[in-house]
């Protein structure tokens, strides 16, 4: 396994991204492409912009990745692709090149589950982590709360009925007139660093549901009614309002984290219960995704998690949000195990898909 190089193609939303990784868990090279300025300009993934995006720069990520790992493709021992969930037009992008190397090198392609990925990758991080395990993956179009009892053998434990918390922390920060080229959360959780939690007062979702699923729609709608009624204008940016307008939107930040966090808080300690009912052996929480890469998020969960007993396993945030690397490393996992496809004929044509 140790000897094992496989190269990770991961474009199911709007970041074009590409890694290598070999068999012992070593990151040989990670590139990531994102469309911030895409994001900033139309307050979301449109899906016919982010696939041109990743056509344009596809080639180029793939190759650096290649490169920085000092390798040519046919050094490769299989190419991993993430084939769903995801935008349709721009998981096709990626699955083309993943394709088009394999057929070319005659490698063995492995297609990857976007949110396997995202819980896989701790094992990458944390390398003595075994199964079982728990895993809440939270990421703007997913809020799900598993039990991995081993590879390809997951238990759902719960999920959003609505909207994922990555979601509701784009929209909020769009609406509270913040930088949304790195996605929204980050900007969200710096500004929420400033605001007092308890300024506003937002009810915790699916306080009546005793089940592990997620609802961050009337969150959101909440948060909206708020900032109308402080009549904050989004068209002005943070930048350039007042030092009491940015006082009330820092408000607003940090109450809406508070729930949306506590929500998750919730969710997980119902869910260690449920699952220490099916797996009494469990001892690690993984939290991943990109809203795990929030400083507020890990230390909130980080106590749920000791509360019951339990480890936490973050991987670094670079790894939490979309990255190649957690693709190429679950693509490790199934090759090992014999799943893979064989590698498509060399004269495949491109518009096969
Ligand atoms: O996993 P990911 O990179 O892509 C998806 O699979 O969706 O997650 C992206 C989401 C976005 O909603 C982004 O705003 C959020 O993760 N995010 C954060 C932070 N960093 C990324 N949310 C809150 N705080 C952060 N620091
Ligand atoms: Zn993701």
Redesign the pocket.
Same mark, same amino acid.
């Given at each position: 396994k140790d000897d094992l190089v496989v190269l990770g193609i991961e474009t199911?939303? %709007? %970041?074009t991204a590409a890694a290598v990784v070999r068999g012992n868990g070593e990151i040989l090279s990670q590139v990531v492409s994102s469309q911030g300025d895409l994001l900033a300009q139309y307050g979301g993934v449109a899906p016919k912009m982010a696939e041109e995006a990743h056509s344009q720069v596809i080639d180029q990520v793939v190759q650096e990745a290649l490169d920085k790992a000092n390798l040519t493709a046919r050094n490769l021992s299989a190419v991993a692709v993430t084939i769903g969930p /995801?935008l349709s037009l721009c998981l096709r992008v990626g699955v083309r090149k993943a394709r088009k190397i394999a057929g070319s090198f005659n490698v063995p392609i492995v297609g990857i589950h976007?949110?396997e990925a995202?819980a896989l990758v701790a094992r990458l991080s944390e390398r003595q982590l075994q199964f079982p395990f728990m895993a809440l993956l &939270?990421?703007? /179009?997913?809020n799900l709360l598993i039990l991995a009892h081993d590879l390809g053998h997951y238990i759902q434990l719960g999920t959003t009925i609505d909207d @994922? &918390? *990555?979601?509701a922390? %784009?929209k909020t @920060?769009k609406w509270l007139g913040l930088d949304m080229r790195?996605? /929204? /959360?980050?900007a969200?959780?710096e500004l929420a660093r400033e605001g007092d939690a308890e300024s506003v007062r937002f009810s915790t979702p699916m306080k009546q549901h005793r089940d592990c699923n997620f609802s961050y729609a009337g969150l959101k709608t909440q948060v909206r009614l708020a900032i109308e009624s402080k009549n904050i204008n989004a068209e002005i940016p943070i930048s350039s309002a007042s030092s009491q307008d940015r006082r009330s939107r820092a408000d607003i930040a940090a109450s809406f984290q508070q729930v949306a966090v506590l929500h998750l808080e919730e969710r997980c300690d119902r869910a260690i219960e449920w699952a220490r009912k099916i797996e009494p052996s469990i001892k690690h929480l993984v939290v991943? *995704?990109?809203?795990a890469?929030?400083?507020?998020?890990r230390a909130r969960l980080d106590h749920v998690v000791k509360k019951n007993s339990l480890q936490l396993v973050c991987p670094p945030?670079k790894l939490?949000?979309?990255?190649g690397a957690m693709v190429a490393w679950t693509g490790i996992e199934h090759f090992c195990m014999g799943r893979f496809d064989p590698p498509p004929p060399a004269d495949e044509p491109e518009d096969y898909m």
């Open positions: 199911s939303c %709007d %970041d /995801g976007h949110m995202h &939270i990421s703007g /179009g997913h @994922a &918390i *990555g979601e922390y %784009d @920060a790195t996605g /929204g /959360g980050p969200l959780e991943s *995704g990109g809203v890469s929030n400083q507020y998020v945030p939490c949000t979309d990255n």
